[in-house]
């Protein structure tokens, strides 16, 4: 699967809390764009004599074009378009938008004002209802969406499940109705490492409709691959963003899911899910590595020609250039630690640890692990520089690799921040996990 599979789309969106690695200018991402909302004044200001309200309109899917044979990404890129509220552009001219709301606001308060002077000059013994506020006006408006509700371990009736963990579940659908619950249900516990809120969290999966009885596309299918997202962060329906946390990796999940967990109350037409659809998720927690995570393992020391490196665990690592080295013409690679996780496929999503250095004296210019934040980027996508997509395609997971760029597969004569035009660079990068994100 590809990045251009439609998605679900889910309750939200990664936070921009840091708790994503955004990359410097001088990283090899480059920089990345950060997302812009302008405040909106809700219509019901004006009912409410300028009293606050809570926007209850929620944001309009993104379209996709649909894919019926593939897995889907079940993440969220539905982003609220940016506007401009001062309106300079608009009718009146010279006004604006936040101009004629805050001129609307004044002229309501005013004649609040009147209607108030009114009413205490009335005679108290005619006590109107008139007179009184009007509590369907003035309450905050109902959310459009259904409360995510608390995580249960059981319920009364739950569909059955047969397989093993790392191939595709059998699930068998009861003949009852769902109770709406929000069920997440150990099956097989495994013995990895816990997941985190902010884990990078790998993920395969088995799904049907429990209203349809049918299938949801799988990770497990033909050309599937495991979703990856950094749980706790609403980057993904709750289903799988919130029922992973606390969960180890090596575990066999049952989720059922109500529609305030899954899809609300839109469903999801492309997916057959209605609005009123309850889903059966059995999950695979492949991975679980914390933002600040390095691999491990038996290293390899670099051939001679190779810059030497020094591990510094979680501290970026201490690169040693070869004296009187000549700046190569082409891409070169070693594997300092052999991961056994299966290869990097080109269009996949990787989450890796890195140092950059020169390699004419081994400064380092940038470095994840200074930030305690992994660095996320699709290979192959053209997002990093022309080094990284080629020197990390075909490794494995749980891999650290030195990759010597020259600057043609860098940043080329221009360079970039505090690395200089025409310098060839040093990379030590560790791959803590691939697929679909």
Not at 17 to 29: K, T, V, Y
Not at 77 to 99: F, H, W
Not at 121 to 146: L, Q, V
């Amino acid at each position: 699967m590809t990045e251009k599979t439609p998605s679900p789309g889910g309750a939200g969106t990664a936070a921009n809390d840091g708790s994503a690695g955004d990359p410097a200018d001088s990283r090899p991402g480059g920089p990345v764009g950060g997302d812009r909302e302008s405040i909106v004044v809700p219509p019901a200001i004006l009912a409410q004599q300028a009293g606050w309200a809570q926007p209850g309109e929620a944001p309009r899917a993104a379209g996709a074009t649909k894919t019926d044979d593939a897995p889907q990404i079940f993440a969220s890129n539905v982003r609220k378009s940016d506007s401009s509220e001062a309106g300079y552009d608009e009718n009146p001219p010279g006004v604006g938008k936040l101009g004629v709301i805050l001129g609307t606001v004044l002229a309501v308060l005013l004649v609040g004002s009147a209607i108030t002077l009114y009413m205490v000059n009335k005679d108290d013994s005619k006590d109107s209802a008139a007179a009184k506020p009007d509590a369907a006006k003035t309450a905050p408006p109902t959310p459009t969406a259904d409360p995510v509700p608390p995580i249960k371990d059981g319920a009364k009736v739950l569909p059955t499940v047969a397989g093993d963990f790392g191939k595709k579940a059998e699930i068998q659908v009861p003949g009852e109705a769902s109770d709406g619950s929000f069920v997440v249900k150990v099956l097989t516990e495994g013995t990895g490492a816990k997941v985190e809120k902010n884990s990078w969290t790998s993920v395969d999966y088995t799904a049907k409709d429990w209203n349809t009885g049918k299938d949801i596309p799988s990770s497990y299918d033909a050309e599937g691959k495991p979703q990856i997202f950094q749980a706790g962060t609403d980057a993904l329906i709750p289903a799988l963003d919130q029922a992973v946390i606390g969960k180890k990796a090596g575990s066999r999940l049952l989720v059922v899911a109500p529609p305030a967990a899954a899809f609300g109350a839109q469903g999801k037409a492309d997916m057959s899910i209605g609005p009123k659809d309850d889903l059966i998720f059995v999950i695979d927690i492949r991975n679980a590595n914390a933002p600040d995570a390095v691999v491990s393992g038996t290293v390899t020391p670099p051939p001679a020609d190779f810059p030497q490196v020094k591990d510094n665990g979680k501290k970026p690592a201490e690169i040693t250039p070869v004296a009187g080295a000549k700046d190569p013409t082409e891409l070169k690679s070693h594997v300092l630690i052999k991961g056994t996780g299966p290869k990097v496929e080109k269009g996949e999503k990787v989450v890796v640890q890195y140092t950059g250095a020169l390699f004419s004296s081994g400064k380092v210019f940038d470095s994840s692990l200074s930030k305690g934040q992994a660095f996320t980027f699709p290979v192959g996508g053209g997002q990093v520089i022309q080094g990284w997509d080629q020197g990390l395609e075909g490794q494995t997971v749980g891999s650290r690799v030195e990759l010597v760029i020259p600057a043609s597969l860098g940043y080329g004569d221009k360079g970039q921040g505090d690395i200089p035009p025409g310098a060839t660079l040093v990379f030590v990068v560790d791959i803590l996990d691939a697929g679909q994100g």
